[in-house]
């Protein structure tokens, strides 16, 4: 029989998360209202899965899934928050599976399942991210620093370097400074290949660039 834990700080959640467990057949071995109480049970109950609702009083939602990491605890992350805010960034976090409070309980039940076995569980949106994430990782602008990619995105989308000084309050030098580091990083010759870049790749994508 899998067993779980369950985190989550509300005690309605928590019941209505056992009772459908309970119904299917998977064993909840143990409640938590908030991150302390959770890593003591995880450190002291053998469990298969973590049911974690991002949202506990006294824990970043992504902390508790770092430290859930380290123990490689196979984790679900089930929430009321955006899917497609939180859905990637939660598995590329260490997650297994991630369910929204607004899916049906036989995807709880699934995903609990899936997971217990090794199996990651998604929905189709979440894949499709994760999938753009992979290949958006391995792009050559990805090897640029917060900063590089302030000065890339606006030379893609057409500023001077004294647009760009201006607008990010800084040098005139230090912008060309950036230029041709990103130039060399991404390997492109000119300012023309850099917009061409961003025009195929990025135009109607965030690069990270404000974060």
């Not at 908030?34 to 109950?45: C, E, I, R, Y």
């Not at 939660?90 to 090794?118: M, N």
């Not at 958006?136 to 004294?162: A, M």
């Amino acid at each position: 029989m899998v067993r779980v834990l369950i985190a989550d700080d509300h005690d309605v959640v928590r019941e209505g998360i056992k009772g459908i467990l309970n119904e299917a057949g998977i064993d909840v071995v143990g409640e938590a209202a908030n991150a302390g109480q959770l890593l003591q049970l995880t450190t002291s109950v053998p469990f298969d899965v973590v049911i974690l609702d991002l949202g506990l009083p006294d824990a970043s939602g992504m902390h508790v899934l770092t430290e859930l990491k380290q123990q490689a605890a196979r984790v679900i992350v089930y929430s009321a928050y955006p899917e497609e805010k939180f859905g990637a960034r939660t598995i590329l976090g260490g997650a297994r599976g991630f369910v929204s409070k607004d899916q049906s309980p036989e995807d709880l039940i699934k995903a609990v399942r899936a997971v217990s076995r090794g199996v990651r569980f998604v929905s189709p949106a979440v894949a499709d991210q994760l999938l753009w994430d992979t290949e958006i990782n391995d792009q050559p602008h990805e090897k640029l620093s917060r900063r590089e990619k302030q000065v890339f995105q606006l030379l893609g989308e057409g500023h001077s370097v004294t647009e760009i000084s201006q607008i990010l309050g800084i040098s005139f030098k230090t912008v060309s400074t950036y230029r041709s580091r990103i130039l060399e990083k991404m390997r492109l010759a000119n300012n023309a290949e850099l917009i061409s870049y961003y025009m195929r790749h990025l135009e109607e994508k965030s690069v990270g660039a404000q974060s």
